[in-house]
């Protein structure tokens, strides 16, 4: 596979700016091992809202208590809901400080972002139902 002579590697196969030597990597840059390396954004944003989405499932009772006093107490809501707003953070905080919790989070993760490079397509259209009636 040679680069055409501008050094952009357009259809020959090689991702733009990738360097031709021989390393670990695969194409464009993505580790051989399935990427299993992840990135500060990953670690600190997208896990963590993984782990806050599959945790208000998991404490679904508690936010649908804690939403109900507050629709029911109004501008009171801070003072009349902290018995509820305290079973909720318990119930979140027990999640987000449990490293199973994270570790099945994660490979969550890199299983979509594995399922991602494979095709290119994010999780969130893949998801989506096409039309039946075309």
């Not at 989070?105 to 494979?118: A, I, N």
Request: proline share 5%; hydrophobic share 30%; with cysteine.
């Amino acid at each position: 596979m040679a680069l055409d002579p501008a050094g952009t590697g357009a259809g020959s196969g090689v991702c733009r700016g990738a360097s031709p030597r021989v390393s670990r990597r695969g194409p464009c840059g993505l580790d051989a091992d399935l990427g299993k390396h992840l990135r500060h954004v990953e670690k600190d944003v997208l896990i963590p809202k993984i782990m806050r989405e599959k945790a208000k499932e998991r404490c679904s009772e508690q936010v649908q208590d804690f939403t109900k006093c507050c629709k029911n107490s109004g501008v009171l809501m801070v003072v009349k809901c902290r018995k509820e707003n305290s079973a909720l953070k318990e119930c979140l905080t027990a999640y987000y400080n449990d490293p199973a919790f994270y570790e099945e989070c994660k490979m969550e993760y890199l299983k979509e972002r594995e399922e991602f490079r494979k095709t290119g397509i994010p999780t969130k259209k893949r998801l989506q139902k096409l039309p039946t009636s075309m």
